[in-house]
């Protein structure tokens, strides 16, 4: 089946500093991926959906200069969370559809949980 | 606004149970629903999809109905074990997934 790939797993910056996360299709072509954030004991909320070859559309309250999406290939999005700051520490997750499949289900990456001290 | 609430919030049961999660949704204009078991700290395993024409889907012990006119889902797990333990999570698909707040289960052995 379809795997989605998210590194880093963890990771743990200094407050001012950016924080880059990957997500890759491993075994699939994903034009769109998405990005959400999870609080803890809260449920997904979708910051951004990422399209490949252009511009990320960012849902509402979500600061595009913050969080910086790139796109550059069919099989891989990053994430950058530019001058974190504590309030920023959160698991985030991303997710992509193999529209090859018939089911057009969803596969979610492992996640990162973020902690900026 | 589509909004996905989920019913209850937890839920404890011993071992060998069969149980009923459930979730609802405010708006029916739904291509699909999908059910994501969530372990903590980590992310989400897609369990079942159910398409909006679908009434129902079944994998192993799991078995997801779909009532889009009431806009109602329930997930069934027969038989619980102490490895069913996880956030169970639906989603509606609408042009982009929106998620429930999930269910927490516990099954003690």
């Known amino acids: 089946g379809a795997v989605v790939s998210q590194h880093p797993s963890r990771v743990i910056c200094k407050s001012g500093t950016s924080v880059k996360i990957e997500c890759r299709s491993l075994?699939?072509?994903?034009?769109?991926m998405f990005w959400y954030r999870q609080f803890p004991k809260q449920s997904l909320m979708l910051m951004a959906t990422?399209?490949?070859?252009?511009?990320?559309?960012?849902e509402q309250g979500v600061e595009k200069d913050k969080f910086l999406i790139n796109h550059a290939s069919l099989t891989l999005s990053t994430l950058t969370v530019t001058s974190a700051h504590p309030e920023d520490s959160s698991f985030y997750i991303c997710?992509?559809?193999?529209?090859?499949?018939?089911?057009?289900?969803?596969?979610f990456g492992s996640g990162t949980r973020l902690t900026v001290v | 606004k589509q909004e996905v609430t989920q019913i209850p919030a937890a839920l404890s049961v011993p071992e060998g149970e069969n149980l009923v999660l459930n979730c609802s949704f405010t708006?029916?204009?739904?291509?699909?629903l999908q059910w994501f078991r969530q372990d903590p700290g980590k992310g989400l395993t897609s369990l079942l999809l159910?398409?909006?024409?679908?009434r129902e889907q079944t994998s192993g012990r799991l078995n997801a109905s779909l009532d889009k006119s009431s806009g109602r889902s329930t997930l069934y797990i027969a038989a619980s074990q102490p490895g069913d333990s996880a956030t169970y999570l639906c989603?509606?698909?609408?042009?982009?997934?929106?998620f429930g707040q999930g269910t927490t289960l516990q099954v003690k052995p």
């Open positions: 990422s399209n490949e070859g252009s511009k990320a559309t960012y």
């Open positions: 075994d699939f072509q994903a034009t769109t």
């Open positions: 989603a509606v698909y609408t042009g982009k997934l929106i």
């Open positions: 997710s992509a559809r193999d529209v090859r499949t018939e089911s057009y289900g969803y596969t």
């Open positions: 708006d029916s204009a739904i291509y699909n």
């Open positions: 159910i398409q909006s024409s679908q």
